[in-house]
């Protein structure tokens, strides 16, 4: 299992854009990369996901470079209900155990 | 997308006694589902994988005889907390793995808060 490591805390103030790294050194050639967001007393909610390169959707942007050691989580223009744990996760698709690391949290301010 | 629900959300139970909670993948057929419990401000911590129609896989150091798991259709998981005590007071939450808006994405539920007192 690639093992992640990600900052165990940011700050940002709304408006702003938050970029949050993640780092996967020894990930598999079939892995991917998946974010998840968790508010206290939730469960882990799916954010985005890619392979290589960018991913774009409604809510997020996700950058990995071209060796995939690394990825970046990206949210534009946060708002305080942004404040909340993010989990990057890696792994396969048949025998993949999602393993947590200790997440980043992100605290947004007024 | 893909929906997996828990049921209760909360419970509370007497010490000694056993409780049962439920993970069921609304959408989609989840052929293996993953159980974690979470303590206040930590990270998920894996308990263990049940593949549909076999026994389950349990991490180390965790009891497979306190904490049963059944998955015995492809849309509905049960993990039991047999003679609970209060240290096994936890969150709960499950996840699923199936053919759903990706194969590759897994899904969580909304998470269970077990009380023992």
């Known amino acids: 299992l690639a093992k992640t490591t990600q900052p165990i805390s940011m700050d940002s103030y709304e408006g702003q854009e938050v970029n949050i790294t993640c780092s996967h050194n020894?990930?598999?050639?079939?892995?991917?990369i998946t974010w998840y967001q968790q508010f206290p007393s939730q469960g882990p909610r799916f954010i985005i996901q890619?392979?290589?390169t960018k991913v774009t959707n409604e809510v997020a942007s996700l950058f990995i470079p071209a060796d995939r050691k690394s990825s970046t989580l990206s949210l534009p223009r946060v708002s305080l209900s942004d404040t909340a744990v993010y989990y990057c996760?890696?792994?396969?698709?048949?025998?993949?155990?999602?393993?947590f690391g200790r997440g980043t949290s992100l605290i947004v301010h007024p | 997308g893909a929906v997996v629900s828990q049921h209760p959300s909360r419970v509370i139970c007497k010490s000694g006694t056993s409780v049962k909670i439920e993970c069921r993948s609304l959408?989609?057929?989840?052929?293996?589902m993953f159980w974690y419990r979470q303590f206040p401000k930590q990270s998920l911590m894996l308990m263990a994988t049940?593949?549909?129609?076999?026994?389950?896989?349990?991490e180390q150091g965790v009891e497979k005889d306190k904490f049963l798991i059944n998955h015995a259709s492809l849309t509905l998981s049960t993990l039991t907390v047999t003679s609970a005590h209060p240290e096994d007071s936890s969150f709960y939450i499950c996840?699923?793995?199936?053919?759903?808006?990706?194969?590759?994405?897994?899904?969580f539920g909304e998470g269970s808060w077990l009380t023992v007192v």
């Open positions: 996840s699923a793995s199936g053919q759903a808006d990706s194969g590759n994405t897994i899904y």
């Open positions: 020894n990930i598999a050639t079939n892995d991917y």
């Open positions: 890619g392979y290589k």
């Open positions: 996760l890696v792994g396969g698709t048949r025998s993949y155990i999602p393993t």
């Open positions: 959408d989609f057929q989840a052929t293996t």
């Open positions: 049940s593949n549909e129609g076999s026994k389950a896989t349990y």
